[in-house]
Nanobody, 121 residues
Framework: QVQLVESGGGLVQPGGSLRLSCAASGSIRSINYMRWYRQAPGKQRELVAEMAGGGSTNYADSAKGRFTISRDNAKNTVYLQMNSLKPENTAVYYC???????????????WGRGTQVTVSS
């Protein structure tokens, strides 16, 4: 069974920084894309950033220049460094990944449970 567990969320003042982590564990054979989504109150879940297994990245326009996605393939972990945070960045941040487990022959998409990020003075 595969699990994604996020950590690193919390309360931060405007202009501050946070680093989110998401570790994938379980019967993992391979991981392709790892992504960060967020969902603010009353809004739809949206993609923040994604990184392919080969290292290519894609960012939402709102994240470009302030957020950086990275990953440690040896640890099956993806990170999201968030700088210059704004109140509008307040949301639950979810990890998402395309994973081939040792139990299945096809790729499956997995979600973590999310970590709350609150930007407020």
């Amino acid at each position: 069974q595969v699990q994604l567990v996020e950590s690193g969320g919390g309360l931060v003042q405007p202009g501050g920084s946070l680093r989110l982590s998401c570790a994938a564990s379980g019967s993992i054979r391979s991981i392709n894309y790892m992504r960060w989504y967020r969902q603010a109150p009353g809004k739809q879940r949206e993609l923040v950033a994604e990184m392919a297994g080969g290292g290519s990245t894609n960012y939402a326009d709102s994240a470009k220049g302030r957020f950086t996605i990275s990953r440690d393939n040896a640890k099956n972990t993806v990170y999201l460094q968030m700088n210059s945070l704004k109140p509008e960045n307040t949301a639950v941040y979810y990890c998402n990944a395309d994973i081939l487990s040792t139990d299945f022959r096809t790729w499956k998409n997995y979600w973590g449970r999310g970590t709350q990020v609150t930007v407020s003075s």
